[in-house]
């Protein structure tokens, strides 16, 4: 199977290539044919699974790029995932030059207004700050042809779903929607039956069964004596990349201050940090700038993280489901993981509601011995003090040779994204195709020069008018 049978067109097929997508997922194989013939969908698929470009492609390959308004909406759990589904929509729409944006809560919303007044394709958004949006009437719907819930089960336990209802309810009824959930309880059916018509049922059968990728342990533990297990497991095992995942904030805290003080390349992330800073750490982590994420939740929902080798529970989660998501972080793309959760005498009947959720046995193993401590201490003493190997992110092969640059006139000069492309187009060497995403604000313009052509055209156009204008041009600063 490859992607070329779904005859996409050639700057998505292009974008692909960059990605590395050589062959279409299960879940791809399976939901973009369908989304090709505008079908409404339930797709039943877990994260890992290559779900979000099995939207994300047939939603680029869609899109009508001349319509200013948005036409496909994206709902989803948490704004990590929300800003990584809007990477992904950039990463496979760079040739087209699709334009997607993230809103979500606690970032300023007078900038998601601004932006949402420019071009935009796609708006993927938490539904708590879509519905603001749409209250404000911030957020054009008329052209939204296409909806996607993603994470249905997630949005339901977090209380979301009654949100969720009141967005489609504003949206228009000629549309697609494709609702993707691991889990189909009532509520969502309800959800369906209400809103999908005649869906084409989806159900992906995990290649692997999770319990198999990823060996679940506990070890017993009193209280007291939880940080020095923490810190003999993470000798026993040394991994190469590792969440450990708290309740609370506090702790995250603690445990990163303890952790720190003893050398661990290390950092946190939960919900009281401000966005920008989650977004910063999460992307080191990403790319194997530390080794150990103390983590709450909120790290644990849909994050698409490769080869995290260990996730340790330093708590059992408050919610039942939340181990699943938790552990789903690990053993990824075919690759063994180990989860190990530290579980207090009292907790026992915990962990067997939680197996129940789960659907596996979690075995109780043994604290590692002191020899296994002592004869590993020299290679994690190693491993912690060297610098980790960086990955590469995985959206640089559409990403590398990409220059943005600043002009300082925008909408109040009446400039629009065809005289920048028209003008731009016209430099030797250059075409169309050079151009990427194009910005226009009120009084500045951000044009993307794809192909490593970006010093060609701010060389000439430091020199070339744009419907008679000369503007100051140069490299913009992110
Ligand atoms: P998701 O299930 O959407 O979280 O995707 C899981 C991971 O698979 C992401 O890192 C994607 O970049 C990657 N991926 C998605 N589709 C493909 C494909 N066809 N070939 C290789 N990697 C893919």
């Not at 009193?222 to 040394?238: G, H, P």
């Amino acid at each position: 199977m490859t992607f070329q049978q779904f005859a996409l067109s050639e700057p998505i097929q292009r974008a692909l290539e960059g990605l590395k997508y050589t062959e279409p997922t299960e879940v791809q194989q399976l939901v973009i044919p369908v989304a090709l013939e505008k079908s409404d969908m339930t797709v039943k698929a877990q994260t890992g699974s290559g779900k979000t470009a099995s939207f994300a492609i047939p939603i680029c390959e869609l899109v009508t790029w001349e319509e200013n308004k948005p036409q496909a909406l994206v709902l989803t759990p948490t704004r990590e995932l929300a800003q990584q589904i809007k990477e992904d929509f950039t990463a496979i729409g760079r040739f087209k030059r699709i334009k997607a944006m993230a809103i979500y809560g606690k970032h300023p919303f007078e900038y998601q207004r601004i932006e949402l007044k420019q071009k935009n394709h796609v708006v993927v958004g938490t539904p708590g700050r879509v519905l603001d949006h749409i209250r404000k009437e911030t957020l054009p719907l008329d052209e939204i042809k296409y909806l996607v819930i993603d994470e249905a089960d997630v949005m339901l336990n977090m209380g979301f779903i009654e949100q969720v209802e009141a967005i489609i309810r504003a949206l228009p009824k000629h549309r697609v929607t494709m609702l993707f959930s691991a889990t189909f309880p009532e509520e969502i059916q309800q959800l369906m039956r209400r809103y999908l018509k005649e869906p084409v049922d989806i159900a992906i059968q995990c290649e692997t069964p999770i319990e198999q990728l990823v060996e679940h342990t506990f070890i017993e533990v009193a209280k007291e004596d939880k940080f020095a297990l923490l810190s003999d497991i993470t000798v026993a095992e040394n991994p190469d990349s590792c969440i450990i995942f708290c309740n609370t904030q506090e702790l995250v805290n603690e445990i990163d201050q303890l952790l720190a003080d003893l050398r661990y390349p290390c950092d946190r992330i939960h919900g009281g940090m401000v966005q920008e800073d989650r977004f910063a750490v999460m992307n080191d982590f990403k790319r194997g700038e530390f080794r150990y994420l103390i983590a709450t939740d909120v790290a644990a929902r849909g994050i698409d993280i490769d080869n995290i080798s260990l996730v340790i529970n330093y708590e059992l989660p408050r919610e039942k489901e939340s181990y699943v998501h938790r552990t789903g972080r690990t053993g990824r793309a075919g690759k063994l993981g180990k989860a190990i959760s530290l579980v207090m005498p009292h907790e026992h009947e915990r962990l067997r509601t939680i197996e129940e959720v789960a659907g596996f046995k979690i075995l109780e193993s043994a604290a590692p011995s002191v020899d296994q401590v002592a004869s590993n201490q020299a290679a994690f003493d190693d491993k912690i003090s060297e610098r980790p190997k960086v990955k590469k992110d995985r959206s640089s092969g559409v990403n590398k040779d990409i220059t943005k640059l600043y002009f300082n006139g925008g909408k109040r000069k009446k400039l629009r994204a065809v005289d920048f492309v028209g003008t731009i187009a016209k430099i030797d060497g250059v075409t169309a195709d050079d151009i990427g995403i194009i910005t226009i604000q009120d009084i500045a313009t951000y044009v993307e020069i794809l192909n490593g052509k970006g010093h060609l055209v701010l060389y000439a156009m430091k020199e070339t008018t744009i419907k008679g204008k000369l503007l100051k041009v140069h490299i913009a600063k992110s």
